[in-house]
């Protein structure tokens, strides 16, 4: 059973920077590939960042690549999002999810379909 729970979220001016963790009270994460992705009002839920269960390999959003880093610590069955430099555009709900599904080492989940499991979500807001 997976359950994951976001924290770090809230506020922070242009340019800024803020760590988003997510933790996982099963047993198992490190056998899913894991991903975060964000939801700004109106709008659907977009991808942001990958990390892959084996390798720890990373894939991001054109968007973010550049300021946003993406790690895991399966000893403490948690994921992080650092987040540098932000804009006012990345305000958003960001999730947290977990994919089981495995097409090998190399293999991005970018779309929402592809995870099974989602946290409650955490608010991020860049002021200008």
């Known amino acids: 059973q997976v359950q994951l729970v976001e924290s770090g979220g809230g506020w922070v001016q242009a340019g800024g920077s803020l760590r988003l963790s997510c933790a996982d009270s099963?047993?198992?994460?490190?056998?899913?590939?894991m991903g975060w992705f964000r939801q700004a009002p109106g709008k659907e839920r977009e991808f942001v960042a990958t990390?892959?269960?084996?390798?720890?390999?990373?894939y991001y959003a054109p968007s973010v690549k550049g300021r946003f880093t993406i790690s895991r610590d399966n000893a403490k069955n948690t994921l992080y999002l650092q987040m540098n430099s932000q804009k006012p555009e990345d305000t958003a709900v960001y999730y947290c999810?977990?994919?089981?599904?495995?097409?090998?080492?190399?293999?991005?989940?970018?779309?929402?379909?592809?995870?099974?499991?989602w946290g409650q979500g955490t608010q991020v807001t860049v002021s200008s």
């Open positions: 099963g047993r198992s994460f490190s056998m899913y590939d």
């Open positions: 990390i892959s269960r084996i390798e720890g390999s990373t």
């Open positions: 999810a977990a994919a089981s599904r495995f097409h090998g080492s190399y293999y991005y989940y970018t779309e929402v379909r592809e995870y099974d499991y």
